[in-house]
């Protein structure tokens, strides 16, 4: 088992900065790939921003040029620093972790943390 301990959540107003932290710990294990998703109210989950065990990193088009996704592989933990939020962006956000604990991988999730970005 992988558990993912995310932080960094709150109430910003538009124009403003959060950055988000998730931890990862448990088992031994292999990342291959970390990620942050949001699920606004009424809405389906959606893709933010991932990085692979190769530091490849991918990013929804909304959040290009103002999220930005980094890992510390030492403490197999990701960050996602958002500059620049709009109300639009208000979510709950969540850390995502594709694992490996041979011989299967994995898709674990955090619990979740929200974001409310005011007018």
């Known amino acids: 088992q992988v558990q993912l301990v995310e932080s960094g959540g709150g109430l910003v107003q538009a124009g403003g900065s959060l950055r988000l932290s998730c931890a990862a710990s448990?088992?031994?294990?292999?990342?291959?790939?970390l990620g942050w998703y949001r699920q606004a109210p009424g809405k389906r989950r959606e893709l933010v921003a991932t990085?692979?065990?190769?530091?490849?990193?991918n990013y929804a088009d909304s959040v290009v040029g103002r999220f930005t996704i980094s890992r510390d592989n030492a403490k197999n933990a990701v960050y996602l620093q958002m500059d620049s939020l709009k109300p639009e962006d208000t979510a709950v956000y969540y850390c995502h972790a594709d694992v490996t604990i041979a011989p299967y991988s994995y898709d674990y999730w955090g619990q979740g943390t929200q974001v409310t970005v005011s007018k």
């Open positions: 448990g088992s031994v294990f292999t990342i291959n790939a």
């Open positions: 990085t692979t065990s190769g530091d490849s990193t």
